[in-house]
């Protein structure tokens, strides 16, 4: 009998565990060890905004039972930081000088927060930022001492916070640089009418604006100076401006990085048998057609699991990742696919539908009868088909009008597009 | 793997398949309870699209590699041994993210509770109650070995 391949996953988020169900739909008995440095198993890193304000507790928080991996066979190591990779012996070290051997390693260590240098901030207790289930308990721990609260970033991460926060009482301001919140994911319109819900909710919204001082009294924040030159009072501090990919123990082994780790149509990186995938990777995107860091769930689930079944044998390309977020703020539901903002003249053609007062609005954008992106707004129902065709790239030419409309379905489609988009794939 | 599947040329619209659906998700199972006297009325889990003559029910179709379950964020939506693909309500938020990925558009919205809902195929049940409850035999169960 052959020897066992011994898998090694480094990162316990959703790419990790993606690859752990990757590998077992193809090799039932290989030994899997998962390390990761946080101390829990896998959990819904965006559930950590849930979790504060109590829809998720620490029983609904795992994204998967204990038994999970007992039943799979996966050794997991949690508070365990994997410092090196010897790419030559086919061994990583761990922080505790542990050497870990591996046949095929998949590196999935997602993103750090990036942290904006703020005068004045270092080495305070109630500066936060909004990445880890720790960082969601280290504010839950304090929020008796939080009555107003500053989140530096207008971005998903940032308003996920802000929206917990206002939930359990504190009087937040946010505070975005550009004009607009949500400017990665979204439009100006979804941006705006998204900005309006949390002002009606009480949360305080500054563009065009930043932290600069933190003005602090025996370890005790005051208030919050802006670039501007005005100030917030206030009595805690979240940094929340994005996530930057984890490259830095693939980069110390030789692995190919650019902004994030490199990694060929099959997730491998530049050194064979070592793969990677999520927030970390740098991996092909669908609509820019190239390879690019696309820090959402569903792409790092989905490139963590097809990095398992290449790891265990498959030889199959990724399909490719898609941006899509869905966000719902104070029951404003609003998805983003794709490409949303289009460059002006790369022959796109913008169709949309605003309706303000019921904060209604879709847009779509397509270019040669083929959809590249879409922004729902209030009506989402069924968004998932507008995901399809991007992917699929089929025309959707005729059909731009019921899109716009909230009732658009297989049903719109002539009947070939229809059978064919209903088969099971 | 098993699945619901809809001839559309013999479904005509009459959506009795969603109120079978109503009434063996409901707490009573039984249909005037289920849509006048409990708390809440379930919704249907499949539903069916209509414009002029073309009518059909569309519901989950228990993909192989569900693109919701890749895309649901907190672990809620689940593939099971059995092939099923079930969302978990304790764990699911009403995020949408799984509205978003499915490409059939089969995931339902409870807007009232924000948790998402979608085809379980009826539990222990042998035959679906869409499938039962139609009358026109336009839906069918399909029977796939997995791979
Ligand atoms: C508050 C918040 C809300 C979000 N909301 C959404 C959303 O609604 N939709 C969406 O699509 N995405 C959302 N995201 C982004 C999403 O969480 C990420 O895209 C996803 O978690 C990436 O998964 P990953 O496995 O690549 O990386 P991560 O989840 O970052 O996991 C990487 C893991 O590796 C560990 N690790 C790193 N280096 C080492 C090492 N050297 N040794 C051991 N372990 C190591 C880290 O500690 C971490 O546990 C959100 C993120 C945040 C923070
Ligand atoms: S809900 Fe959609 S994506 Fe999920 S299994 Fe069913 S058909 Fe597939
Ligand atoms: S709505 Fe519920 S099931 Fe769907 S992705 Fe969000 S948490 Fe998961």
Request: overall charge negative.
């Given at each position: 009998m052959s020897k066992e391949t011994k898998y090694v996953i480094i990162g316990g988020g959703v790419a990790g565990l993606g690859a752990i169900e990757g590998i077992r739909e193809v090799d039932k008995e290989g030994e899997i060890t998962l390390v990761t440095?946080?101390?829990?198993?896998?959990?819904s890193r965006p559930g950590i905004s849930y979790w504060l304000y109590g829809k998720l507790d620490d029983t609904t928080?795992?994204?998967?039972?204990d038994s999970f991996y007992s039943n799979l066979g996966v050794t997991l190591m949690t508070d365990?930081?994997?410092?090196?990779?010897d790419t030559k012996a086919g061994t990583i070290k761990t922080k505790g000088g542990k050497d870990i051997p591996f046949d095929r390693l998949l590196i999935a260590t997602g993103g750090s927060p990036i942290l904006p240098p703020i005068d004045?901030?270092?080495?305070?207790?109630m500066v936060f930022s909004f990445t880890t289930y720790k960082d969601a308990r280290e504010i839950g721990k304090k929020r008796d001492k939080i009555k107003r609260a500053v989140v530096v970033g207008g971005g998903l991460i940032g308003l996920k916070a802000a929206e917990a926060l206002n939930n359990i009482g504190v009087k937040v301001t946010v505070l975005e640089l550009?004009?607009?919140?949500?400017s990665l994911a979204f439009d100006k319109t979804a941006g705006d009418l998204v900005a309006k819900g949390l002002v009606e909710a009480g949360i305080e919204i500054i563009t065009e604006d930043t932290a600069q001082k933190v003005v602090s009294d025996g370890g005790k924040i005051m208030e919050i100076v802006l670039r501007s030159g005005k100030s917030v009072e206030a009595d805690a501090l979240i940094l929340a401006i994005g996530v930057r990919p984890r490259v830095e123990l693939a980069g110390g082994a030789g692995i190919d990085v650019g902004r994030g780790i490199l990694v060929d149509e099959r997730l491998m990186?530049?050194?064979?048998?070592i793969y990677a995938a999520g927030d970390a990777s740098e991996a092909y995107d669908i609509i820019y057609r190239e390879r690019r860091v696309t820090p959402i769930l569903p792409n790092a689930y989905g490139q963590g699991k097809q990095a398992g079944r290449n790891m265990a044998g498959t030889d199959e390309p990724y399909e490719g990742g898609l941006s899509m977020n869905a966000i719902g703020f104070y029951g404003l539901d609003t998805i983003s696919i794709g490409l949303?903002?289009?460059?002006?003249?790369?022959g796109y053609d913008v169709l949309v539908r605003l309706d303000k007062e019921n904060n209604i609005y879709r847009k779509l954008v397509t270019k040669e009868g083929r959809l590249f992106g879409a922004v729902l707004v209030g009506e989402v129902e069924r968004a998932g088909i507008f995901a399809s065709l991007i992917r699929d790239g089929v025309s959707i030419a005729g059909l731009e009008e019921t899109m716009l409309?909230?009732?658009?379905?297989?049903?719109?489609?002539d009947r070939d597009l229809r059978v064919k988009r209903l088969e099971r794939r | 793997m098993r699945y619901v599947v809809a001839n559309?040329?013999?479904?005509?619209?009459?959506?009795l398949c969603e109120i079978a659906c109503v009434v063996e998700h409901s707490?009573?199972?039984?249909i005037v309870k289920a849509y006048k006297f409990e708390e809440k009325r379930e919704l249907p889990r499949s539903h069916v699209e209509e414009v002029g003559p073309v009518s059909l029910s569309i519901t989950c179709?228990?993909?192989?590699?569900p693109r919701c379950v890749a895309a649901c964020i907190t672990g809620a939506m689940r593939k099971g041994e059995d092939g099923r693909v079930t969302v978990d309500i304790e764990k699911c938020?009403?995020?949408?993210s799984c509205v978003m990925a499915c490409p059939y558009g089969s995931v339902g919205m409870d807007k009232e509770d924000r948790k998402s809902v979608k085809c379980?195929?009826?539990?222990?049940?042998?035959?679906p109650a869409c499938v039962e409850a139609c009358p026109n035999r336009a839906l069918i169960v399909v029977e796939e070995e997995v791979g």
């Open positions: 440095m946080e101390a829990y198993p896998p959990y928080m795992p994204l998967r039972d365990c930081e994997a410092t090196s990779i004045g901030a270092e080495g305070l207790d550009m004009d607009r919140i949500l990186t530049n050194i064979k048998d949303v903002d289009p460059p002006e003249n790369g409309s909230g009732e658009f379905g297989h049903v719109h489609m | 559309e040329d013999v479904c005509i619209g009459c959506r707490k009573t199972k039984d179709r228990h993909c192989d590699d938020v009403g995020c949408w379980d195929l009826c539990g222990d049940r042998e035959i």
